[in-house]
Nanobody, 124 residues
Framework: QVQLVESGGGLVQAGGSLRLSCSAS????????MGWFRQAPGKEREFVAA????????YYADSVKGRFTISRDNARNTMYLQMNSLKPEDTAVYYC?????????????????WGQGTQVTVSS
């Protein structure tokens, strides 16, 4: 089992940047494919980005491609989401998630473990 804790959220102006972190407990973090999802008020949770357990493959939602970068440091049991050129529509609670399935997935039903979320607010 793995426990996930997000950090790094906050309030930023449009065009600004934030870096989210997801710290994981457990010795097998390096074997989990990881993902970021977000949920805005009144909307369903949506996929943002995912990274293979090797770190060698990544996948992004079209809405963030070219602006967000997902990465991981298996030695530190931590995953990151660098968010640049933020827009007001990026405002949401951001969640990190982990799956033992080997393939990258954008389907939240494929993820076994979830963090509590961190709020990101982008002002116009």
């Amino acid at each position: 089992q793995v426990q996930l804790v997000e950090s790094g959220g906050g309030l930023v102006q449009a065009g600004g940047s934030l870096r989210l972190s997801c710290s994981a407990s457990g010795r097998t973090f390096s074997r989990y494919t990881m993902g970021w999802f977000r949920q805005a008020p009144g909307k369903e949770r949506e996929f943002v980005a995912a990274i293979h357990w090797t770190g060698g493959r990544t996948y992004y939602a079209d809405s963030v491609k070219g602006r967000f970068t997902i990465s991981r440091d298996n030695a530190r049991n931590t995953m990151y989401l660098q968010m640049n050129s933020l827009k007001p529509e990026d405002t949401a609670v951001y969640y990190c998630a982990a799956t033992q399935k080997p393939a990258i997935s954008s389907n939240n039903n494929d993820y076994d473990y979830w963090g509590q979320g961190t709020q990101v607010t982008v002002s116009s």
